[in-house]
Structures are given as structure tokens and as C-alpha cells.
């Protein structure tokens, strides 16, 4: 282990480490994805734990794939010169804040609904009811229901924010930075790196 980079070594390990032990194990998959995800808070399967535990899974090769080479690639440069408790203190802040406001806008508009729902003249039971069984509702729109639902239901996976955070650190330090990606044929520069990220990742 480079001791430099013991946090990203560490990350990797860990990441890698429970992705291969969903795929040989099904019985850990099946706790791992009931209990390490996040969940909406509403959701019977949420815990506060999961705005960190999800950073730690992915929904299949190409997504932890992507994420630990930038991972790798950006964040060894970062923890070198920040050290690895900046960077790891970073990396975190950077993950737990996506999470919030990916949550955030989730609520905003899942109680937008509840309110048409109550203003239909439903209890709170009623609405309990309907996420259970997906019931439809007269004098609301199919797709709203199907919204209200899937917000409910939905969970939230993978080190994406944390390392949109670490691209975007690096972009700032070394935006005229030329990059050389097995993706890429020709060279690209940090901040035109983290632009298309950014657009990627918002859609």
C-alpha cells in the first residue's frame, strides 16, 4: 500500500470488496440491499446509516467500474497533496451532501403530492394504504400516483457524488490539466472533463 494514498487504497478496497461479496453471496446481496441503500426516509427500509452505507454499493461492472477509475485516477492526486485526512473528510462531505439534497428535492416533491392527496380528503392511513397497494386515486393523475410511488419505493446507490466531488476538486486545482483516458482518443482537459460529467450526471 502506497502510504500516501492509504485513503483511496482504503475506499477501493472496500467498495470492491462488498460488490464481489454481493455477486458470490446472495444472501449478503439480499441483506446488503435492504440495509445499505438509501432509502426514502418515509420508506419502512430507511436508516440513517444509509446517507453513508449506500456510497459503498453499485448497480453493476460498468458503474463501479467508472467510479473507482475516477476514484483512482483523481483522488490519488488529491490525497497526495491534501493528505489523507482532508481528502477522506472531502470525499465523505462530498457523498453524504449529494445524498441530502438528492433526498431533499425527493421530499420536496413527495409532499407536494400528499397535499393533493389530502386536499382529495384522505387521512394519513388512506395514503399509507395506497403506497402499500398502489391503489389509484379519482382526481389525480395516473402519473402523479406513479411519481408518488416511485419516489416512496426508489433507492439511491453508488460513490457517484462523493466522486463528482473529487472531479470536480480536481478540476478546479488543475483546470488546464491534460488528461489521457483509455476512453478518450485524444487528450482532455480537467475542466472540460468535469463539465461533461456534470452534464451526465444531471440528466
Known amino acids: 500500500m502506497n502510504l500516501q494514498t492509504k485513503g483511496v487504497t482504503s475506499l477501493l478496497a472496500a467498495n470492491i470488496g462488498i460488490f464481489v461479496a454481493g455477486l458470490l453471496l446472495p444472501s449478503i446481496d439480499n441483506w446488503i440491499t435492504y440495509n445499505l441503500r438509501l ?45 489523507t485526512k482532508k481528502f477522506i473528510t472531502f470525499y465523505f462531505v462530498s457523498g ?26 384522505l387521512n394519513e392511513k388512506q395514503i399509507t394504504f395506497l403506497l402499500s397497494n398502489n391503489y389509484s386515486v379519482q382526481g389525480i393523475e395516473t402519473e402523479t400516483l406513479k411519481q408518488f410511488y416511485s419516489i416512496f419505493n426508489a433507492s439511491m ?13 480536481f478540476g478546479i486545482s488543475f483546470p488546464n490539466a ?26
Open 96 to 121: 453524504i451532501g449529494a445524498s441530502l439534497i438528492y433526498t431533499g428535492i425527493n421530499y420536496f416533491e413527495f409532499e407536494s403530492i400528499r397535499t393533493q392527496l389530502t386536499g382529495l380528503g
Open 39 to 83: 432509502f426514502f426516509p418515509q420508506n419502512q427500509h430507511f436508516e440513517v446509516w444509509q446517507f453513508v452505507s449506500h456510497m459503498f454499493l453499485h448497480g453493476g461492472p460498468a458503474h463501479i467500474l467508472f467510479n473507482m477509475f475516477a476514484l483512482f485516477s483523481f483522488g490519488t492526486v488529491l490525497e497526495r497533496i491534501w493528505g
Open 178 to 203: 491534460k488528461l489521457s483516458l483509455m476512453f478518450l482518443p485524444v487528450p482532455i482537459s480537467a475542466k472540460v472533463l468535469t463539465h461533461q460529467f456534470h452534464k451526465n450526471v444531471s440528466k
Open 157 to 169: 446507490l453508488g460513490a457517484s457524488g462523493a466522486v463528482y466531488g473529487v472531479l470536480v476538486a
